[in-house]
């Protein structure tokens, strides 16, 4: 059996991590440490780890190229370890969507989210699974490129862990039931 790639989209650095744009590596932080694992290893531009869900082997990723780019890195892993399309569910920040609100989805377009539009144009297609996190629209006139950059608001933090939950339960449901099942329950 292939394994899952879940790859989480994100800015690499210090200073992006606790950025609303960085949910994807907090969601694949959060999936990884409930799986008793951690990021030590890097692999073709990628912080990698690996284990197990229920006997299925699982490889959980952080693209080390900043957003733009993350497609790229999405790609070589995908062709390294022969992942079907099917096994691969990127995690990626959607403004929108609320704040807290999670949407599965088997495909579809990139709705303007750079990460999602480089991974598309990687892989040459947009028919893979993929979890959508809800961080809303930004305040007033402020671009959204300033707003996916700033830091969670403090009402936000007390949220987050429950959505960082909810999203890791999403994921291994996708992997032991597939992708319609965890829709079904988590949209």
């Known amino acids: 059996m292939p394994p899952f790639l879940i790859a989480g989209l994100g800015n690499p650095g210090r200073k ?12 694949v932080d959060a ?6 694992e951690s990021f030590t290893k890097m692999q073709l531009d990628a912080l990698i780890t690996k284990g197990r869900y229920q006997s299925r082997r699982v490889i959980i990723a952080k ?24 096994n691969l569910m ?14 599965l989805r088997t495909g579809g377009g990139s709705a303007g989210q750079k990460g999602m ?28 490129s ?3 950059l700033q830091d969670f608001a403090d009402a936000e933090v007390e949220i ?5 939950d909810e999203a890791v339960q999403a994921i291994l449901r996708y992997i032991t039931d597939g992708i319609e099942q965890a829709m079904t329950k988590y949209n």
């Open 63 to 86: 693209p080390q190229a900043y957003m733009n780019n993350s497609g790229r890195v999405i790609s070589s892993l995908v062709n390294f370890y022969k992942i079907p399309l099917e």
């Open 160 to 164: 987050l862990s429950f959505v960082l």
């Open 117 to 144: 539009k480089s991974t598309i144009a990687q892989l040459g297609t947009q028919n893979f699974p993929r979890l959508r996190i809800g961080i809303d629209r930004p305040p007033g006139r402020m671009s959204v």
């Open 90 to 103: 990127v995690v990626y920040d959607d403004v929108d969507l609320p704040f807290d609100t999670l949407r």
């Open 146 to 148: 300033a707003y996916v």
């Open 16 to 27: 992006y991590r606790h950025n609303r744009h960085n949910i994807g590596f907090m969601v």
């Open 31 to 36: 999936l990884a440490e409930r799986l008793g």
